[in-house]
C-alpha cells in the first residue's frame, strides 16, 4: 500500500472551485478496491442528449476500460461514466472484458441507456483481478446520491486519484451563441505521464451544444495543445483516458463544425482548461519539486520543435540537473541533439529564465551565472532553446526528477 | 566537481588483466585539465600499418573531436590517438575545431605521419573551453613513456574515467589464418549512456590485419549486439565515439572481405570483447545496484523485439520498480505497449529469473511469489518477455534506477 504522500510544493496555492455543468450529476464513494478511508470510486449521469469525444491511449497493451470505450465512442452519445481508482484491470483477459461489461449493465439499469452510452475507466495496478463486485454493490448507493453542485464535482476529482497529491480540477465559462456555456475538466496524473496521451485520466464536462464529430476534432487539438505537450517521466500508461462530454443543456445553436467562427471562444477556453489540467498534472508528478517550461524555436516547423522539447523534457539527465539547481547546459545541448531532428549546431542558443548561456552554438563569454543559478533555486524553470532560423515552435511543460520519484516508484505496488 | 563515488557493487570481481596488444604502445598523465590526481590524458601511438574503423554518436549536435574523427575515418588508416577526460569539447564554435587541430597537430609531430592519422577524443562537462596548452605540453613528455605491457593498459583505461567507478578492459586471444591475435578493449561509460551508440567511448585494438572496408563492417556487426543493446538512463551523449584500430603486426593473410570464412572466430571473439565492454558500462551505470538482462520473444523480428527491449529497459518506472524488487509486472506491460510495436496481447508472458508472472496475456493464477521476490532481491536481475509467436528475438541489458543516479546527476557539474 502507497504511504500516504505529502502535497506537491507545486500545487497550485487557493485554486477557484469547480463549476457545477448542467446535465452533469456524480457522486463518489470509498469501496476499499485498494485505498482505505477515501473515496475511490466515481459514477457520473448525463443528461439525455450528452455527445462524447475522446482521445485515447496508445499503447499495444491498452486495458480493458480502454478497449471498451474505444468501442463506444463510435456512438458519439454518453449517459453514464464509472471510474474506479486503486486497479486499472489491464491485462486480466477474457475476466477483465467481463468486469467491464458487469459495469457497464449495472450503469445501464440504473440510467437506463445503451450499452454504447456508458463509458469506464479504472486507473491503479496492473494484473490484478478488479472486485467488480465491489463496483456492483455500490453503484445504486451512488446512483441515489447523485448531485449537481461544487462538492459532488471536487469529490469526484478526489476519487480518481492515486498517487496523487492534490485533486486536480479546472472551469471556465464562455459564451457561445447568445448562451454562456461551462467547461469543468478533472483530471488523475502522476508517474506514467507521457507525451501521446499524457495524463491517465481526464474528463471534461460542457453544457454546451455540439455535435459529437465537431466535439472529437475540438478535442483532437485541445489534447496536442495540453496534455501531449507534457511529461513527467517519459512512460505511457496502458489506461490513458480523455474524454470530453458535451450535454446540451446550455441550449445554444448548435455548431456546424469545429470550425464554426460561434466556437472560437469555446475552443479558446477548452484549451485553457486542458492546458490547466495538464500542468496540474505536471505540478503533481511524482516527486517534483520543479516546475519546467521548455520553450524551443527556430525548429523546421511546429512538430519538430515539440520533439525536440519532448526530448528534453524526457532527459533524466537534464531532469536531475534541474533538480540540482546547475546550470548544466551541456545536457541540453546532449538531448536536442538526440532528438532526431536537423538542427543548425551554430544558431544554438539556450536560456535559463530568460538569461542566455549559450548563443550561436557556443557559450556566452564571461557569464554572470547569478541571475541564472537564483533562477534555478526556484520553483518555477523556463529554459529556452533555439535550434536554428526555422519557423518552427513549442512549448513544453515537464518537472524535476528527485528522490521522491524514486521513493515512491521503487515501492508502490507493494 | 564531482565527489569520489564508491565501486559499484556490480563491477566485476578479480577480472582477467588486460593483454597488450602489439603495435599498441600507450602512456597516460594527470594533467588537471578537470579532475586532480588521478589520469586523465592518454596517448596511443599505432603501429605504421595499422587500420581503423569507428562508430560516432548520431546527435545532432555532436562534439568538435566527433567531426574530427568521422572525418580522418575516411582514409582508414590511423597512427596515433589522443584522449582526454574532463571536458568533452563540445559547443565551443571555432575554437572547439581549433582545440581538436592543435591536439592533431601535436600528435603529428610526434609521431610523424599525416593529420587523418590521428584519433581525437574528449569526454567530460559540455561546453565548457578545453585547455589544449595543457595537452599539448603533457603530450611530448607522453610521447617519451610510451610502453607495451599490462600496466600501460590499465593505465590507459583508467585515464578516459569520468564518473566511472571502476576501470573497464576486456581482451580475447583467437586463432586467424595460422597466427593467434589479440583483441583488448578499453571503455568508459556511466550516465548518457543509450542506444544508438551504447557508451560515451570505447577503444579496441588488435594486432590483426584486416583491411579497413572488412574492419568497419565486423565493427558495425559488433556494436550492433553490444553497445547498441545496452542503456543505463536513454540518453546519448554528444561524444560517442568507438573506434576499432587494427594494428597488423600479427602478420596475418588479410581476409578478403567481412565475411571470409576465416574471420569467424575473430569476429566472434570481437562481439566478446564488445558486450563484455558494454556490460561493464550497464553495470558502472550511475548509482546501479542491479544488472539486469532483459529477453525479448515472439517478435515480428529482431529489430522489433529490440525496440521493445530497449524501451523496457529506458523506463525509469520499470528501473524503479526493480531498484525496489518489486514484481510490479504491470510497468513491463505498460513499456511493451507503448514501444511502438505491434504485439500480440492475448499470448503476451512476463517472466523473472524464469519465473513466469504473466502468461497469454493474463497474470498466472495462484502464483507463488516467494521465488520470484526471491530471485528480484538478488543484484542479477534476468526479465523474459513472450510479445507473441513472431521468430523476432533480442537481448538487451540495463540497470536499476536508484537515489544513486539523482546524487550523482544533480550534482555532478558544480
Redesign the interface.
Known sequence: MAKPLPVSPLAPVDPKPPLPVSGVRCAAAATGIRYQGRPDLLFVELAAETTVAGVL??????GHPVTWCRRALASGTARALIVNAGN?N????E??DEAVKREVTAAMRLVGCAADDVFVASTG?????LPVEKIEAALPDLAASLAHDEAAMREAARAIMTTDTFAKWSSRQVTLGDRTVTITGIAKGS??V?P?MATMLAFVFTDAAIPAPALQVLLNRASDRSFNATTV??????SDTLLLFATAEAANAPPENADDPALAGFARALDEVTIDLAQQVVRDGEGARKFIEIRVAGAADDPAARRIGLTVA????VK??I??A??????I???????????E??R?GIGFGGHWV?R????VPDLDEAPVTAHLEGAEIAIDITVGGGPGRAVVWTCD???G??DI??????
Chains 1, 2 share one sequence.
Open positions: 491511449t496508445r499503447s499495444a497493451a491498452p486499472a489491464v491485462c486480466r483477459g475476466e477483465g495496478v496492473i494484473g490484478e483481478r508517474g506514467m507521457a501521446d517521466d517519459g512512460d505511457t500508461s496502458t524526457n532527459s533524466p539527465l536531475t540537473a533538480a540540482g546547475d546550470a548544466n547546459w551541456g545536457r545541448v546532449m538531448a536536442v541533439g538526440k532528438a532526431g531532428e536537423v538542427i549546431l551554430d544554438l549559450a550561436n552554438g557556443a557559450a526528477l528527485t528522490h520519484y524514486i516508484n521503487a515501492d508502490y505496488r507493494s
